[in-house]
Each structure stands twice: as structure tokens, then as C-alpha cells.
């Protein structure tokens, strides 16, 4: 919480205690905003306002408005795929049959894999969706229609893929990032490309990892405090 105390001078109340703003080392030890409001972020701040800045209630609230849009703009950038991605990431080769590609998703509650090549380089990506569009009647799939075609059905409806492998039904070319991918861009390319996850690659394409939709929300500079 901001208090405003005497000539205008600011203060911040933490936990019992009034810390002066000009306290600047010990203010960054103060949790009074879910990140950290950097001084560069205050001036900068600052600078956005226009004309001779006299502190006030409100011209501190204005301030502190522009302050917490400059500290998401830099968070969001200064994240990085490395910094949220999963390691060791699972995957699978084009000659892997079907029925182990599905047993490794089940086994490690996933819904997506990474295909690699013979060269140990991202030929595709295998995600729920190619395996219920590849099930059943023929168009476009959601998992309950699958069930729905069981339940009316004779058989299993994933037989006309059993003998198949990943390189039948992964989709290609994979979408792939950078390590120093920003995640506010991976953000951004889940939304055009109305993908979950995308696998992470150094400049050789080798996979060093891969980001999830959940390694995002995660690593929120703004979340519900509970």
C-alpha cells in the first residue's frame, strides 16, 4: 500500500512498516505489487508525463500507473522460451509406431510430442488432434464426437491407423521457437497458429525443450493471489 505523508513526500507501508521512497535498496525488498517495480521503471514513468511533475495523490497514482505498464513491458520482453520451457522434453522418431506414440502421451499426460528425424532434427509435431482427425468417420473430430462414434459404433475406431506411425499423421513443418524466444511472442504465435505447445531449438535445430500453454500461464507476472 502507497501512503503520501507530509510535504508530499513519499512513503511506502509495508507490513507495519513506513519505508521511505528515497530507501531505494530497501524498497526493493518490498513485495507491494505482484512483481517488482524497478527505479528505471519509475523514471521512465515519469518521463511520460507531461509537463512539471508535482507530487500528488493523483500525479502518484498516474505515475505509479505508467510504472506497472513499463515493468510488464519489460518483464514480458525480458522472459525468454529458456527461462519457462520444459527440459528433457519427450519425443518420439518418424518410425515410431502409433500405438507407443499414444502409450508415452497416456503414461506422461501429455497431449503433444515433438517428431525428430534420423538426424535428431524436428520433422513434425504429434498432438491429440491428428490422432482424432485420423479416427472414424471422415471431417472434422473433437474427442467427445470420437467417443460418441464408439458408443454408436461396432469396433474400435482408431483401427485405421493402428499399423501406421508418427511420421503418418504428425503435422509438418513443425512450428518451432528459439531459446531467446520472448514469451510474450510465443504467446502470440499459440494464438495464430491455435496451437498448445511448441518445441524449443538451438540454431542447429536440435530440441532442447518445449513450451506449454501451462508453462505460460505459470510464468504470469500477474496472477490471483490466493
Known amino acids: 500500500m502507497i501512503y503520501i505523508i507530509g510535504d508530499y513526500q513519499i512513503f511506502f507501508y509495508n507490513e507495519g512498516e513506513v519505508v521511505p521512497v528515497n ?3 530497501k524498497r526493493k525488498k518490498i513485495n507491494y505489487s505482484p ?6 521503471d519509475i523514471y521512465e514513468a515519469m518521463k511520460d508525463v507531461p509537463g512539471y511533475l508535482d507530487i500528488t495523490p ?8 505508467h510504472a506497472y505498464r513499463h515493468a510488464l513491458d519489460r518483464l514480458a520482453t525480458s522472459l525468454k522460451a529458456v527461462d519457462i520451457m520444459t527440459e528433457d522434453a519427450c519425443f518420439v522418431n518418424k518410425s515410431t509406431p502409433l500405438d507407443q506414440v499414444a ?12 517428431v525428430l528425424d534420423v538426424n535428431d ?15 472414424g468417420e471422415k471431417g472434422k473430430k473433437h474427442f467427445m464426437g ?11 475406431v482408431a483401427l485405421p ?24 511472442e510465443i504467446a502470440k504465435l499459440f494464438a495464430e497458429k491455435n496451437i498448445n505447445r511448441v518445441p524449443v531449438v538451438d540454431a542447429e535445430g536440435n530440441l532442447k525443450g518445449i513450451v506449454s500453454r501451462a508453462d505460460i500461464v505459470r510464468s504470469s507476472p500477474i496472477r490471483i493471489m490466493a
Do not use: W
Not at 512483481?35 to 528505471?40: H, R, V
Not at 470420437?146 to 474400435?156: D, F, H, P, S, T
Open 23 to 25: 530507501n531505494s535498496e
Open 103 to 114: 502409450g508415452l502421451m497416456a503414461g506422461k499426460g501429455i497431449s503433444g510430442v515433438p
Open 58 to 65: 493523483d500525479d502518484l497514482m498516474e505515475v505509479y500507473r
Open 161 to 184: 491407423i493402428r499399423e501406421k506411425k508418427a511420421e503418418d499423421i504428425m503435422s509438418a513443418p513443425a512450428v518451432t521457437v528459439y531459446e531467446h524466444t520472448p514469451v510474450i
Open 146 to 156: 470420437v467417443i460418441a462414434e464408439c458408443l454408436r459404433g461396432e469396433g474400435c
Open 35 to 40: 512483481f517488482t517495480i524497478s527505479d528505471e
Open 121 to 135: 532434427k524436428i520433422a513434425g509435431v504429434i498432438s491429440e488432434k491428428d490422432f482424432l482427425s485420423r479416427m
